[in-house]
Structures are given as C-alpha cells and as structure tokens.
C-alpha cells in the first residue's frame, strides 16, 4: 500500500467526531494528526479542510468549541462533542457500517452461487 | 433540524454575529505554531518545519476563502449587497423611479382586479367541509333541480355517492326581529343537507331526520347579528317567519349562505315546511316541477368518471319509466360551488375579455418602463464600462440591472395590491339589478397575492432583460471615451423603437376596446325601453309569505291600490308580479289556435300579471282592443299581448279576438300594447303575453311577491314613506321590500354597459396615457442623442421647421407601423366583445375608423415637445457642449 489514500466526501466529519468521541476534547491540530494516526497514516489528509468541516459540525450543533491552553502552554483552540455529537456519531456509525457491509458483499467473489 | 440550525447560525454570520474572521486567523496562527513545534520536536530545522507545517495545511488563503464561505451564506451576501446598491440607485432617480412603479403599479392593479374576480367566481370551492367530494348533479341542460320523485331516485339508488341532499335553492319569507318586518330568502333543504355538506353549525345543531315537517330552523350568521343584535341565547327561542313560528335550532357558519355562492340566503328549513312558508312548493310529486336541486357526497375511493356514468344510466331508466316527464338521458356533473356549466361559459368569456386588456394595459406599462430602463442604462453606461474594465463580470452587471427592475416590478406590485384592494371594494358595491339578494362580492384573497407576487417579479424580470442584456455589453472604448457605447453600428431598428411600435400598436387595439363600450354605452342610452319611468315609483310586497289566501292577497292589494290612488300627488295605482327589467321572469311557449299557417315552432314569450291600468300607468301605449277588467279566477281567460308577439304568433295578423295557448291553458286575446324590455335592456324584441293577476294570483302566485306601481305627479321618492304608511295601516307586520324609483331601477338595468364601458375606459385612458409617454420618452431620447447632429444641420443651414418635420416625422413613422400592426388585431379581437355590446356591431364603422386618426394626433403632441426642443437647440453650443 504505497499511495496514500484522499478523504472521500463526507468522511472526514464522521472520522473527527469518531475521535473527538474517543479522546476527548482536542484543538484542530491534534484532531488532524489523530485521524492520521488512527488511519495508520494511509489517509493524506490536507489540514485546512478539516477546519470548513469542524465549522459545519458546530453549526450544526454537534460539536463546541472555546480557546483553551495546550500542553506547552500555547493558546488552542478546543473541539468537544455536545450531546447531539454523541447520538449523531452512533447513528453515523451504524449507517457506515450497514454501507460498507452491503458493499462488501458485492466486492467479496461469490461463494456459493 | 440540525441542517436547519447550521442556516440559521448563517444567517446570523450574515449579519455580523457569531465568530470573525480575526478568531479564525487566531485559530489558523495556533494551528502552525503547534505544527512548527512539533517539527522542531522530531528535528527539523524552524524553517523546514514551517514549510512543512504550511504545506500540511494546504494554502493557508484557500482555507481561509473555505471557512469564510462555510460561516455565512455567500450567494445571499452578495445578492443582499446587489440589493443595497440597487436601492441606492433607484433613490437617486426619484421621478424616473416613481414613473416606473406608477405605470407597473397600474398594469398589475388592473390584473390583480380581474384575477380577484377568477378567483372568487371560477377558482374558490364551495364554503363546506371537504368541497372537493361534494358534487352537485343538474339535468341534461346544465342547469335547474330535479322532480321530487326524481331526486328520491338519485338518493335511493346513485351506488357512488355516499350521501345525497336536495333543496329548493330560493325561498322568500318575511321575518320578525327587532324593528321593521323583513323581507329575506332563504332556502328549504332535506333534513341531512348540513351533514352531506359537513358543515358544522356555530351554534346548536343542524336538522336531525325526523324534522322534515318540523317548524325549526337554521338562521345565517349575519341574520343572527343583524336582525337578532347577536343574542347568545337565539337558539332555542321562537321566531316569526312569514307569520308562522319556527324554533331556532341553529346559526350556520358566516361564511356560508349557499351552496353556488351567489345566492346570499338567510336561513334553512327543512323541506317539509317550505309550503308553510310559501305557497309556491305544495306539490311535491308532481315529475314536472323540476325545483328540487341536487349535491351529492362521493363516497370515498370513487371516481367522477364512475359516477358519471352510473347516474347516466340512472337518466336512462327513469326517462324509459316516465317518457312523458323525465326526457334526460344524462345528468351533468359539477363540483359543488363551482357555477352551473351555462353561466360559466359567459363568465369565463367577459372575464377572459378584460384580463386581456388588462394584460395589454400591463405589457403597455412594461415597455415603457422598459425604454425608461434603457434610458438608464444608457446613462450608466460609463458605470458599467468601469466596472467591466475593472474586472466585474457581465453577468454580475446583468444581475445588478435585474434587481433594479424586479424591484421596480415588486413595488408595482406592492402598490398594483393597494389599487385592487381599493377597487374590488367598489366593484363588490356595486347594485346588481336582481330582485334577488345575490353575494357577488370579491376581495383579494391569498391567491390574489400570489399570483400578483408572480406576476410582479416575472413583468420584473421581463421587462429588465433586454436593458440588462444591453447595458451589460457596452462599446468599452466609446464607452470610456464618454460616447454612445449602446448604439451598435449599423444598427437602425433599435430595441426601443420596437418597444415604442409595441406599446402603441396595443393600445390601438385597447382603444378600439374602449371606443366600442363607450359607443355601446351611448347606444344603450338611447334604447327604447317601452315606458315612462320618469315620476314612477316602485314597492314591492308579498302577502302570500305573511299567511295571505289567494283572495285575501287580491283585497289587500286593491284595497291598498285604492288607498295609494287616494293620496295627494298620486296620479294612478297599479299591481304586477314583477317591473320589467328586473332580470327574472316567467316564460312559456305559446302557439296560436286555429291558425294553420303558424303551426310551426312554439313561440317563447315573457309572462307578466297585472291589473287593470298597468299599461296607462306605466306609459305604455295600447295600440288595440281593451284592457283587463272584471276577469275572475274560473271565469274564461284572457290575455293582452304586445306587438312583437303579434308579429311572432300572429304573423302581423289582427289578433283580437284570436287564442293562443300554452302548455296549460288558452287564452283569448282581448288587447294589444306596445313592445317594451322586458327582462334585460340588451335583449332583441321579446314576445310578450300579459295576463290579468286577478285572475292568476291563486293558480301560480308570484315567486316574487307583488310589486305596487305609482304614477306621482311631483317626485316620486317623496311619496315613499306615505305609501309605506298605508301599508302598515293595512296590516303593520307586513314587510315592504325594493323600494325604489322607476328611474333607480331603470339605471340599475345599464349596470353591464355601464360597469364595461367604466372599466374599459379606465384601461384605455391609462394604456393611451403610458403609450404617450412612451412615444414622449423615446422622441426625447433620440433628440437628445441627435443633438450634436441636430446642431450640424443647423449650422450648415436648415431651418427650425425641417428640424421640427424631421423629428415628426421619426415618431409618425413609429405611430403608422403601430396602428398598421394594431389595427388587424383590434378588428380581430373585437368578436370577443361581441356578446356585452348594445346596439352596435363589433366592427363598428365609427370606433374603427375614429380610432388611429385619434392615436395619431395623441402621438403629434407626443412628439411635438421634443420636435419643438430639437428646433430650439443653439448650433453653437451643441457643438460646443460635445
């Protein structure tokens, strides 16, 4: 797997979420080194399209964010999932899962048939 | 819900709410520092890592254009800021503004009146619960009830619907409240009618089965405000209708009166008691009484198509039963409140007729504002060539050009709504020459305004395309260098001299509209109704809805008539059944007994009952024979008849003496009088047969009560109130009702001629006026742009007068293309009118040939002013001045 793969649309809000879900929350940088780390740095994620995507999110009510103090005491930032984030990222979740089930099926040889 | 609240945060962004751009650059500044830090961590030299850091983030300008349009809404900036800058712009031309919005605001005023119209008389369904499942069923002819035993068919046996009412859709009656007796109409319904229609009562409660014969009923809304001051305990309580008491069940909602929306009725009682009311409903089984009217209930899941075809076949079967009676083999189908197909069809016709003059009126504004557009955009064009040298793209311009005139176009309409309110409210006043209450007031409901909000932005965007189109594509060079950049050259048709061509070839045809009702209205003026009607007065009683017997109604009437012809300043006293010119009438088909040469057709004539004098009274003359006198109710029959029905019966034959016959009885002819209007003042020569009412009054008494005649001699309105206190003194419960002159009522009957010339005119003086200032526009433009050329011409010699002749002449080359291509569609579409003209012919000589030497001297002044400018200008200083 050499070539890294592009963020497919849509992907990214769910994938920020997802993280936010699981470590808490974070400033814009450390969510984006995250989602690299978690993908076990096969996404190339270009950074200044996570910030469109976070403003969304917040619009939309799922996530907050206020400025805050980072470990080396530099001013950040800070992203953390509301309550609606909470609900939104299972039932995203679920809907991902069901897709790239149904997918998987079409991609896998057929067995029996 | 959650997309909904990202808009909403926005929406706010838009107003400057919400996070900056300063906090995101703060964010973005963060962003990299961390970045860099990190780098310098895993030991990359400040610099390497600050490149790196800023190529992670991928530009940092792009984000930031990103993030900005992902906080407020861009399209809607940018056209909020178009807006701002339009509103500026149509503020500095204040006057040029103004003329726009006025022309538009007429266009739009005229059309949301009509569309008022369609939408009250065509669109709007019937005041009931669920409207579009109510069907009303006519007979074969598209009009009119059902027998009794007919409609206990359609009940018992129509599969399709799931309910079905009848009603004898106008009773008269005489009801006590507080004050005077009233003469009001209502109707009698089957017990269910209230269900089937699913209207639910304000207060009380509808008819329940059992009370078909039952003294209850249902009074209107207005009724329970008006004649009861609203008493909140009315239902339950006795009132006194045509002298018997009925117990209040119930007060209908107040937007209901009827079903067809047009009769304006006042209360309901069941069926059953109708006859205790009128005496005109006694026989119910008779199969040729056709009074009863039909609404059905659809049952839900079935088809109109279905239904149709299922009460076709039911036509069938009772016409094979009862072959003598019932000749429909098929019943019409109409939604419930929708006009009867008949009327519809005329309706539909005058209404198509006047919204297309009023969408001439409208399109005539449109090109006017139009070439003030132009005018505009030829005095911006320095604007634009800037803003287009400076980057603007045409189709931003173009936008910019658009909002100015769909604002102009929404301002018209804004005030277009103002002007049909004002309008619509006149309209709906207006005294409609029917004896009969009839509710045929209009407003501008919500549909109006939508379709004037449509209409306003689409006339907007039209008229602002072609001056949008040009402004946008200005000659960049002659623009910059302050020259005409819009001319293209060699170009001589401009887009304005077609707009102006446009503009006055349809009010060539508005004008020929107009000038046939005006001419309409002066023929109908001089239209020979028959009788004197001046020093006549008119009041009407009906003694059968107060409890009157046949002969009871006979004394009272001439008792009465005695005492009125007793009084001071009263010549002579007569009773009839209906004053002509009323709009309604009874009619029948008469043919001449004996007489082989007319056994033809059966001639329809018009049925009056008088009593003796009538014809002296009214001014009628009576050309031969003798008047009533002396009939009796058993006694041999007699008839009058007038010359029209001499000449249709009798083939001009001395008919004294002669007998004509109708469906029921014979008649001998004992006189002959003069040819009068007998229904309506457009009709052709009408038959007419008149009988005595004595003898009449017990065999068909009149549906609408019987009207006293007064000859005065002084005026004729002061008699009123003596001749009402007679009638009181005669019985003080008795309700008097149209009360009015001869000549009140003669003028109410030139309500049509009138209402179209009024409305007509009106358009035509507006559409003439916009026209004028178009053509006044256009000259002023082209002098304008000619005056350097005008200054050369004189400087070399010519004369003010050939300047003058040259413009003049550019504008009545304009004016004869237009009357040219007017012309032809005036005479065309004049067939349309056909049917509302009085006494002339659609292709009326005189409208035809007055109307372009008039339009043409309309648009001489027009262009004269600017002529006389043109001839005025100084060669020096046009020279000079360019």
Not at chain 2, 48 to 64: D, F, M, N, Y
Request: aromatic share 8%; glycine share 8%; net charge positive.
């Amino acid at each position: 797997m050499g070539e890294k793969s592009d963020v497919w649309q849509g992907t990214l809000a769910l994938m920020a979420l997802r993280t936010l879900e699981s470590m808490g929350p974070l400033h814009g940088y450390g969510l984006a080194r995250r989602i690299e780390q978690i993908s076990g740095d096969r996404l190339q994620l270009n950074y200044g399209t996570l910030y469109p995507a976070l403003l969304k999110l917040e619009q939309e009510g799922f996530i907050r964010s206020r400025w805050g103090l980072s470990d080396n005491n530099r001013r950040a930032k800070y992203y953390e999932l509301t309550k609606a984030g909470l609900r939104q990222v299972k039932k995203a979740a679920a809907e991902w899962e069901q897709t790239t089930a149904i997918l998987a099926r079409f991609l896998t040889p057929a067995e029996e048939a | 819900m959650h997309k909904l609240r990202a808009l909403w945060v926005r929406l706010r962004g838009l107003f400057g709410s919400g996070r900056n751009d300063d906090d995101f650059a703060a964010e973005l500044e963060s962003h990299v520092a961390l970045h860099i830090e990190d780098g310098i961590r895993a030991g990359l030299s400040p610099e390497e890592s600050r490149r790196q850091a800023l190529i992670c983030l991928g530009g940092a300008e792009q984000t930031r254009q990103a993030y900005r349009e992902r906080r407020t809404l861009p399209w809607l900036e940018t056209l909020l800021r178009d807006l701002a800058y339009s509103l500026r712009t149509l503020g500095k031309h204040r006057v040029a503004t103004a003329v726009a919005i006025l022309s538009i605001g007429l266009g739009i005023g005229a059309n949301a009146t009509i569309f008022s119209m369609v939408s009250r008389f065509v669109l709007r369904p019937a005041p009931v619960g669920d409207p579009s499942s109510l069907l009303a069923v006519y007979p074969g002819s598209g009009v009119g009830g059902f027998s009794w035993p007919l409609y206990k068919n359609l009940r018992d046996q129509a599969k399709s619907f799931s309910s079905v009412a009848g009603y004898l859709p106008m009773v008269p009656a005489s009801i006590v409240g507080n004050g005077e007796p009233q003469r009001v109409w209502g109707q009698a319904v089957t017990t269910n009618f209230f269900d089937v229609a699913q209207l639910s009562m304000v207060h009380g409660r509808g008819f329940k089965s059992g009370e078909d014969h039952d003294p209850v009923v249902v009074v209107s809304a207005g009724l329970w405000q008006h004649q009861f001051r609203g008493d909140p305990e009315l239902v339950g309580k006795t009132v006194t209708i045509s002298g018997r008491a009925f117990t209040v069940v119930g007060i209908a909602p107040a937007a209901f009166h009827s079903i067809d929306q047009l009769f304006y009725g006042q209360f309901w009682v069941p069926l059953g008691s109708a006859d205790q009311l009128a005496p005109t409903f006694a026989e119910r089984n008779d199969r040729n009484a056709s009074t009863v009217w039909v609404v059905g209930r659809l049952r839900s899941g079935e088809t109109r198509t279905h239904t149709s075809a299922e009460l076709n076949a039911l036509a069938k079967r009772a016409a094979l039963s009862y072959p003598e009676t019932d000749k429909d083999d098929a019943f019409v189908l109409e939604e419930a409140g929708i006009l009867p197909p008949t009327s519809r069809g005329l309706l539909i016709i005058f209404l198509t007729a006047i919204a297309i003059v009023a969408l001439l009126v409208l399109a005539i504004a449109g090109a006017n504002v139009a070439n003030l557009q132009f005018a505009q955009a030829a005095s911006r064009q320095r604007e634009m060539a800037v803003r287009l040298a400076l980057g603007a793209t045409r189709g931003r311009l173009r936008r910019q050009m658009l909002m100015d005139s769909v604002l102009l176009g929404l301002g018209g309409g804004v005030l277009g709504v103002i002007l049909s309110v004002w309008t619509t409210r006149a309209l709906s006043a207006l005294h409609l020459p029917v004896a009969i209450p009839i509710d045929i007031g209009f407003r501008v409901d919500w549909h109006v305004q939508l379709f004037t909000f449509a209409l306003s932005v689409t006339s907007g965007l039209l008229l602002g395309v072609a001056p949008a189109w040009a402004a946008a594509r200005p000659q960049l060079a002659n623009a910059l260098k302050g020259e005409d950049a819009l001319a293209r050259p060699g170009r001589r048709i401009s887009l304005r001299n077609f707009l102006v061509v446009a503009q006055i070839a349809m009010s060539v045809v508005l004008l020929s509209i107009t000038g046939l009702f005006l001419r309409s209205l002066q023929s109908a003026a001089s239209i020979d109704i028959g009788f004197r009607a001046q020093g006549l007065l008119m009041m009407s009683v009906d003694p059968r809805v107060h409890g009157y017997t046949a002969e009871r109604t006979v004394d009272f009437l001439s008792l009465l008539q005695e005492r009125v012809a007793a009084l001071p300043g009263v010549v002579s006293a007569v009773s009839t059944d209906i004053a002509p010119l009323s709009t309604l009438g009874d009619f029948d088909s008469f043919h001449a007994i004996g007489q082989k040469s007319t056994d033809k057709e059966d001639s329809r004539a018009a049925l009056f009952t008088v009593t003796p004098g009538y014809f002296e009274t009214m001014g009628i003359p009576r050309i031969a024979g003798r008047d009533f006198g002396g009939e009796t109710a058993t006694g041999p029959k007699t008839a009058i008849v007038n010359r029209a029905f001499v000449e249709r019966v009798f083939g001009g034959a001395n008919p004294i003496g002669q007998q004509v016959a109708d469906s029921h009885a014979t008649y001998s002819i004992v006189g002959v009088a003069g040819n009068v209007k007998s229904l309506s003042l457009g009709e052709d020569l009408q038959p007419v047969l008149y009988r005595s009412l004595q003898q009449y009054i017990a065999a068909e008494p009149s549906f609408m009560g019987y009207t006293l005649v007064v000859r005065t001699s002084g005026n004729p309105a002061a008699m009123m109130e003596p001749i009402r206190r007679q009638i009181h003194a005669l019985d003080p419960a008795m309700a008097v009702f149209n009360e009015e002159t001869m000549e009140e009522h003669v003028r109410a009957a030139y309500f049509l001629p009138h209402l179209a010339a009024t409305l007509f005119g009106t358009f035509g003086f507006i559409g003439l006026v916009l026209a004028a200032v178009g053509l006044y526009g256009v000259m002023s433009y082209a002098v304008s742009r000619r005056t350097r050329e005008i200054g050369i011409r004189m400087a070399m010699g010519a004369q003010p007068g050939t300047v003058e002749r040259l413009i003049l002449r550019q504008g009545l080359v304009l004016t004869l293309i237009a009357v040219v291509l007017g012309w032809p569609a005036a005479w065309m579409l004049s067939r349309l009118a056909s049917s509302f003209l009085y006494g002339i012919q659609p292709h009326d000589v005189i409208t035809f040939s007055m109307v372009p030497p008039f339009l043409i001297s309309v648009a001489l002044v027009a262009c004269w002013i600017p002529a006389r400018r043109a001839a005025s200008i100084d060669p020096m200083r046009a020279l000079r001045t360019e």
